[in-house]
């Protein structure tokens, strides 16, 4: 019996030292214009800042989108030139499942502008 709770605590140890794998979502990836409207997050922003508005089925925003739990939190984006981190600042309504809209500036970190809307993975961080 002794045996048996010590093999099931060290599994049970092995199993929460195991970090989890992370979440990676996919869906299309634009630009936006943060510095026109106040975003969902109660904040302004800039076109240099690193941020990102996630679709509004992701975002779950409630009575008060001010006090999401997701404002402020991180993610990592990849495009065909590679990664960028960004702060959740916004949500974007006419985006689907998956989809995000970066700022200009760290759009140009993932892809080109000219490329306007492609495809993207992105994960919490």
Known sequence: MIFKCISVIALLATALATPLQKRTYKGEVTYYHPEVDLG??????????????????????????????????KIRAYGPKGHVDVKVVDTCAPCKYGDIDLSPTAFNKIADKEDGRLPVKWHWL
């Open 40 to 73: 969902s997050c109660g904040k302004f922003n800039d076109g240099d800042a690193m941020i990102v508005a996630i679709n509004a089925p992701q975002m779950k925003n409630g009575g008060n989108p001010n006090n999401n739990p997701k404002c402020g939190r």
